[in-house]
Every structure is written in C-alpha cells, then in structure tokens.
C-alpha cells in the first residue's frame, strides 16, 4: 500500500515537472526574437523593456506590470501578441506575428506565475552580446602591407564610382560596400572593382542593380561574404547557384527576384545561413521547407504574414461596409434612391437616406417618419425570412441558417451542400422555387 502511494506521488510530480515551462529555453528565445529589438537595451518602445526581470517586474510598480504573474488575460503583453494581425496595436509591432503555439507557451508561463529565474537575465545578456559580436568582429584573414594597399585603392575606386564603400567599424578591416543607391547604372563589369577587396568584403548590397546571374559568377571570389542583398534584381536560379561555395554567408535578400525552388535547392550548403528573404519570388512553400530541412538554424521570409495582413484588412473592410450597408433602398424623407453614404442606426436598423439633408429632416423629428420606418423595418424583416419551405434541391424541410439571395428573394435550404449546389447552377431548380 505504501509503496504505491509513493509512486502515485512522483508520478503526478514528473507530470507537474513535464508540463512546467522552462523559462530561459522556451520563453526567452521568443523574448530575443520577437520583442528584444524594440524593447531592449537598444530602443525602449512604449517605454518597455523586455530583457531583464527587473524591467519587466519594477518594484513597487505593479499596477504598470505587462505581465501580471498568474493573470493571463489581465496581462497588456499577452492582449497585444494575441490581436489580429491587422490590428494596429498587435505586437511584434513590425515583422512576422508570433505563431499559435509560441503564444500558448506564453499563455501557460504566465499562467503558471510569470518565473523569471536569476539565470534569466543571463540569456539575453549573451544574446545581445553575440548580437553586438556578429555585428562589429569579424574573423578576417590577416593583410600584408601589399593587400592593404590593394583595399585602401579598391575602396577609393568604388566611392569615385558613386557606391558607399566603407568599414564596418572603426576597430575592424571589414568592409561593406553598398551599390543598391545607384540602382540600374550598376551592372556586371561593376563587379570587378570588388576583387580586391575580397579578404575584408562582409557585406554587399546589389538591390535594384542591374546584375545578372552570369555576372554574378564574380562573388564567388568573395569568400568572406556574410550579408548579401540581391532583392529587386534579375537574378533567378542560375545566378543563385554562383552563391553555393559562399560558406560564411548569413543573411541572403532574394525578395522581388527570379530565383525559384531550384535556386533554392543550390544553396543546401550554406550552413551558416540564418535568414533568407524570398518574399515575391517564385519560391514555393514546399521549395522553401525543402531548404529548411536542411538548414535548420535558417528562418526562411516568404512574406505569407504581409499577405495574410492584407487579406484581414480587406476582409475587415468589407464587413464593415456590409454591416454599414442600409436596409431600405427608398429614402423615408423624399422616396428617393438612397445613397448609403448617408445612413444612420436607428432603432435596430441601419437606416437610408438620399441626403445629408434629408437625414437631417429626419433627425429634427423622427416622429413624424415612424410610419415609414415601421414598413421598412417589416419589409427588412420579411427579406429575411426564407420564401420557401422545402429545399429546392433536396425536397427536404429548410434549415433558416442555410439562405442566399436569389431574384430578390430569400431562398433557403436543409443545408450548405445544396445550397452550394443551388449557387452552382440556379437555372436547374427554376421550376422548384416559390412563385
Ligand atoms: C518593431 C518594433 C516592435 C517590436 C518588434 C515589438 N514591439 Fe511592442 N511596442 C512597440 C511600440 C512602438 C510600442 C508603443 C506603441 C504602442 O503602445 O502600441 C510598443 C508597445 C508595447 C506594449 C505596451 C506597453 C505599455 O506600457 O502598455 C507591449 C505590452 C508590447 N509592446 C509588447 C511587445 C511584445 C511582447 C513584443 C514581442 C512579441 C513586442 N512588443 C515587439 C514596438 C515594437
């Protein structure tokens, strides 16, 4: 008996222990990606930071906590990941929305008291430090006097040429040359003025130039590369490939190209790469998992998000619009055509007029147009109601919560699979609608 008690109890402990969430490995890296940008040592939107526990939880400022340990729901931080992604308010406030199961873990750590452990701190400060590392040092191969002078007159090239051409910071040899101002006055023979710099060159920028993949073939000399923009240009698969023996690169920008999933599938190599951009480009999703399967530290942009933000903005318009849309089509003043421009709730309905005016009219004295208003809500009401009560396509008694307008009447049916049918063919059920 004893013993069995006991195994009941660590069983529900290492329960209570699988479903505990791990701060530092489970919510701190969504903290790093998603927030730490604007909510961080760097920059302080909203006057947040999100990096470290005391920041999130000030002392003695409690009614200003985000985050409020066991109060999910009660929680500014938790509200704002969770809003549409049209809405205005919705955080990240740039960049793709947090997934379903990022904010689930979110929900729970929140849920189950907010823990931020001493070591907590520690994984942003590393964070940022390897941001700022991979920002600034560079392991570079060392220079002879001869190849810096070869630098020192490559650069003066480019900048005569019109390109910012500069180092990376003071204290490094490491070089970023920017040609994308330029846009289509730069093309291939461009690329040459880079040979030089092949030992420092780090970062190059090519957006909206007129490179082509032939040309391309150039960067393979340039093996020090780690960011590379290529977005806007007419580089498609063939230029891509150049890229495969570019072993150091990171951050590829392929948006608005022509490279597709056989590009993609060239660049299975570059083990260092983490970010790719291929928003507008003929990549497919299934091309874009296929790379990420082999490159698993890589997060691939396709954009869907900027689709999806879009879809939900237009979709917001129009149901807007459709529940601004008036219920009468004949103004209660004058009997004119309405103009849905002009219309007012009122009494439960969304109320038409031709005019400003004639809404005005109306406002000084509804009394006067209750006669009216009392048919339009009944003629409303009645366009609501099915006309008929057998489906005309199953013979079956109607569900009212399958209808579709049909020639100013409102049809109904048992359900949403003849209706479907109806919409796809209304002529077929001619005789069987009501007279
Ligand atoms: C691109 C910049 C950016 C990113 C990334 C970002 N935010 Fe924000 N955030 C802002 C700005 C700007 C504000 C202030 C304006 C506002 O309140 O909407 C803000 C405000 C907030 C506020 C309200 C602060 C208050 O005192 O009420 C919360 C909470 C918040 N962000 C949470 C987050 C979280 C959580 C993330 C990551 C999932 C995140 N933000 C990522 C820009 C950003």
């Not at 910071?169 to 101002?181: Q, R």
Request: proline share 5%; with cysteine.
């Amino acid at each position: 008996m004893r013993s069995l008690i006991v195994v009941a109890g660590s069983f529900s402990m290492l329960l209570a222990q699988e479903t505990k969430i791990d701060f530092v490995k489970q919510i701190a890296p969504i903290l790093i990606q998603h927030c730490v940008e604007c909510h961080g040592a760097k920059e302080q939107e909203g006057e947040l930071r999100l990096d470290r526990r005391e920041f999130v939880f000030v002392d003695g400022k409690q009614d200003e906590w985000v985050v409020l340990p066991g109060k999910p729901d009660d929680s500014e931080f938790l509200r704002r990941v969770q809003l549409p992604a049209s809405d205005d308010d919705v955080m990240p406030a740039e960049g793709e929305p947090l997934r379903k199961e990022q904010i689930d873990l979110l929900r729970q750590w929140i849920a189950a008291g907010a823990d931020w452990p001493a070591d907590g701190d520690q994984v942003f400060i590393a964070a940022e430090a390897a941001i700022e590392k991979s920002r600034i040092k560079f392991e570079l191969p060392a220079l002879d006097d001869a190849a810096k002078a070869k630098v020192e007159a490559a650069l003066t090239a480019l900048k005569t040429r019109g390109a910012v051409a500069q180092r990376v910071a003071a204290d490094t040899d490491a070089v970023d040359v920017n040609f994308s101002l330029l846009r289509e006055q730069v093309g291939d023979q461009d690329l040459a003025l880079l040979a030089d710099l092949a030992p420092v060159l780090v970062w190059l920028n090519l957006s909206r130039t007129a490179v082509t993949d032939a040309g391309l073939e150039r960067l393979t000399g340039l093996p020090e590369l780690r960011r590379l923009h290529l977005a806007g240009t007419a580089i498609g698969d063939a230029g891509v490939r150049h890229l495969r023996g570019l072993g150091k690169l990171e951050y590829l920008n392929l948006y608005g190209s022509k490279v597709g999933d056989a590009g993609l599938e060239a660049l299975g190599g570059l083990s260092a790469l983490r970010k790719l951009y291929v928003w507008e480009t003929p990549v497919t999703e299934a091309g874009a998992k296929a790379l990420g399967s082999k490159l698993a530290a890589l997060v691939i942009d396709r954009g869907e998000y900027v689709t999806a933000r879009l879809q939900a903005a237009e979709q917001e318009i129009a149901d807007r619009q459709a529940r601004n849309k008036p219920v009468n089509t004949v103004c209660p003043v004058s009997d004119k055509p309405v103009d849905p421009a002009h219309a007012i709730d009122h009494d439960g309905i969304r109320l038409g007029f031709c005019c400003g005016k004639c809404l005005a009219s109306f406002q000084k004295d509804p009394a006067a147009y209750a006669a009216k208003v009392a048919e339009i809500k009944a003629a409303a009401a009645a366009a609501q109601k099915p006309a008929n009560e057998i489906c005309p396509v199953s013979g079956k008694p109607v569900d009212p919560a399958h209808t579709v307008e049909h020639a100013g009447k409102r049809i109904a049916f048992c359900c949403g699979n003849c209706l479907a049918k109806f919409v796809a063919d209304p002529a077929a059920y001619a005789d069987k609608l009501p007279k």
